[in-house]
């Protein structure tokens, strides 16, 4: 794993640093050193973001990141994208940032809808240098798949993490899913669908909003597939893409459509009252939330998973136990609880064969 430092300027303390926040809980790809957010500079990025010590240091800009590195001996070569941005554009300060890692000699991974292998500044400095440049949501340059019906032969159990909106955390909760069943002496494959995904390691997926939408099913399936012909899994956790009722990013049905689940999970923040980034457009009751995703994919929401944004710690039990009479389902948060308490609900969607 190569050691990063991941560029979250003025937002790892909001939902636009949802790739940050990821690369710090967990991956398999980097070895974060640092996140770079001037206005939380000195802290520790676990701290602020879970109450835990990762090692990860909060630094005001690269030149500190450097600086810090080579006091311990230790070489950055990777400079992360970790920030979210409005529409996923290359603003002004990602730009700038992103060149001045190249000209110290990292390479660069952005998650960004505009590539910042265009960037003709950017080539040159890649290629003086010899350093290399993955912008994640480029579409494939190979021949994509069409949906085939194939989903159907493979043999693991599907769980699809979907949620009530986007920035939720559903992708955490996927993971979270994936090591408890592991755990649990399973054999369990992610199937990622976001650019984090991939950056946290995810051997299998795809990036769903780098595809023409033609051939998103197809190349779902496809992901699938070729998890469970390398792999031979029990549990396949498809990680769900924002969400089915929120105006901006309503990602979800091909997921439900071709990844054909057994069971779902549906994450929620009840503190939550208006859509991400959608002031005055109302989030939809859970119930309507559940409804519609047990409608669309004539499988059961086995479980919510709470999203304890804006809920104080001492109150989270509490609001678990008035979701569970709200919802008739067993509700737990991944962060606080863990979710072996929920693995007995997909053993037996296993045995009944669903």
């Not at 909060?58 to 990777?78: C, D, H």
């Not at 992901?223 to 990602?251: C, R, T």
Request: glycine fraction near 10%; hydrophobic fraction near 40%.
């Amino acid at each position: 794993m190569e050691n990063a430092v991941v560029y979250c300027e003025g937002s790892f303390d909001s939902t636009y640093g949802k790739t940050a926040h990821g690369l710090v809980r967990f991956t398999e790809r980097y070895n974060p050193l640092f996140v770079i957010d001037s206005h939380l500079a000195g802290q520790d990025a676990g701290m602020v973001l879970d109450g835990k010590d990762k090692g990860i240091l909060i630094v005001r800009n690269l030149a500190e990141a450097l600086e810090k590195a080579g006091e311990r001996g230790e070489l950055l070569s990777r400079f992360v994208v970790g920030i979210a941005t409005d529409g996923g554009f290359l603003d002004e300060p990602v730009k700038k940032a992103a060149l001045e890692a190249l000209e110290a000699g990292l390479g660069v991974d952005s998650g960004l809808h505009e590539y910042i292998c265009d960037l003709p500044e950017a080539r040159e400095l890649m290629e003086k240098k010899k350093l290399t440049i993955t912008d994640i949501r480029k579409p494939p340059q190979r021949r994509m798949h069409a949906f085939t019906g194939k989903i159907e032969e493979v043999g693991a159990v599907r769980i699809a993490t979907m949620g009530t909106d986007s920035a939720i955390g559903k992708r955490t909760t996927a993971w979270i899913l994936v090591h408890a069943l592991r755990r649990a002496g399973k054999k369990a494959e992610m199937i990622g669908t976001g650019q984090t995904a991939w950056m946290q390691g995810a051997e299998y997926g795809i990036i769903l909003d780098s595809l023409l939408n033609d051939y998103i099913s197809g190349e779902l399936e496809n992901a699938v597939w070729q998890a469970w012909e390398a792999k031979h899994m029990d549990f396949a956790v498809i990680e769900g893409q924002g969400s089915l009722m929120n105006p901006g990013y309503p990602g979800g049905f091909e997921i439900l459509a071709a990844g054909r689940p057994h069971g779902i999970v549906m994450q929620h923040a009840p503190a939550r009252k208006e859509y991400d980034g959608f002031a005055g457009y109302p989030l939809d009751p859970l119930s309507d939330q559940i409804h519609a995703a047990e409608f669309l994919s004539k499988k059961p929401v086995v479980a919510v998973t709470l999203n304890h944004e804006g809920i104080p710690l001492s109150d989270i039990d509490r609001v678990c136990r008035e979701l569970e009479a709200e919802c008739g389902r067993p509700v737990v948060d991944p962060l606080i609880h863990g979710v072996d308490s929920l693995i007995p609900l997909f053993l037996d969607l296993r045995e009944s064969g669903r």
